[in-house]
């Protein structure tokens, strides 16, 4: 979903020619995987630990253990000479 709308706005500054710009790009990212129900955070948070039920049988349609409410983060990395920023 992310990247989704980071490529699309990649192309659509490719398509009219213009310098690409990777943070607004990076936004329009962000825009697209917030309005297709995704959210920002470390879903590990939410797992169940070992010996949990669930381990053998998931509920993924009640069950934050299971289903955590956040997807993961989302990073920008630029490399400016030769450095990771």
Known sequence: ???RGFYDAVG???AGGEPVQVSLAYWAGLSRM?????????PSL????????HW????????PGCCPPVHGVVVLLSNRDGQVH
Do not use: Q
């Open 46 to 53: 939410y797992l169940h630990g070992r010996g949990h039920p």
């Open 34 to 42: 917030y309005a297709e129900g995704f959210r920002l955070g470390d």
């Open 1 to 3: 979903s992310f990247a």
């Open 12 to 14: 659509s500054y490719i």
């Open 56 to 63: 053998t049988a998931p509920d993924f349609k009640s069950c």
